[in-house]
């Protein structure tokens, strides 16, 4: 015997269908646009899209089950559509699987995990794959120290302009962690990082002005730093 339960699941295989047809007939451009909207409006297209297959909906709906926008927020249901994107190779998901196995989203921490992930995601080309990956290299943490190749891989994500990569960068050369000390390579990547609007990166180019005598300029760096409200990707490793 049917049931309005069983109505109410026709009328919404339905409604998903007619979705999908709309969604085969946009171009990519609309599709993106449609996709990345209002949370709350786009859920039901961005959900459509994920579950049809498209790797960017289900990057996008695995951000915001992690994030509870627009959707019940759901770490566990996150870390699984970020995980059908990477199986497609998605670079971005790639990195993101990573992240939830660093900070124990939707799943148990597992650093081995997060390495493999963000190895795939740098190696792929993504700037934050590329980051996050030097990061668990340059501490050892879910892979063997190795400061030289996490320099490395902090150079492939400043060439980018990945404005936190170009400060860690600029920390290495400083300090001489995985490569030799150079004052000139650490000014020219803490410049970089600062106007790439990063405020770490800011201080850091503000102190090496006004190690250099260079007051008032450091002050203006100094006071653009401060201005900075909050930071922009908690959660990250940072020095």
Aim: some cysteine; proline content about 3%.
């Amino acid at each position: 015997m049917l049931t309005p339960e069983h109505f109410e699941r026709a009328a919404r295989a339905e409604e998903s269908q007619l979705r999908l047809q709309r969604l085969q007939r946009m171009s990519d451009r609309e599709v993106r646009a449609l996709l990345s909207g209002d949370a709350a409006e786009a859920a039901p297209w961005v959900q459509c899209a994920a579950e049809f297959g498209l790797a960017a909906a289900q990057v996008r709906i695995g951000r915001m089950r992690l994030e509870g926008e627009g959707l019940e927020r759901d770490p566990a249901l996150a870390l699984r559509w970020f995980a059908r994107a990477a199986e497609q190779g998605d670079a971005d998901a790639m990195n993101m699987v990573g992240r939830c196995h660093e900070n124990g989203w939707g799943t148990l921490a597992h650093l081995e995990l997060a390495a493999y992930w963000y190895q795939a995601s740098a190696a792929a080309g993504h700037d934050w794959g590329q980051y996050n990956y030097a990061n668990l290299l340059f501490d050892g943490r879910g892979v063997g120290m190795d400061r030289s190749s996490a320099l490395q891989w902090y150079a492939r994500a400043a060439s980018q302009g990945h404005a936190r990569a170009m400060n860690l960068l600029g920390r290495c050369w400083e300090e001489g962690w995985g490569c030799p000390r150079s004052p000139d390579d650490a000014y020219y990547w803490y410049r970089e990082s600062a106007r790439g609007g990063y405020f770490r990166g800011q201080l850091n180019y503000a102190s090496c002005l006004a190690e250099r005598g260079l007051l008032q300029e450091a002050r203006e760096w100094f006071a653009r730093a401060s201005a900075v409200a909050g930071d922009p990707a908690p959660g990250a490793n940072e020095r």
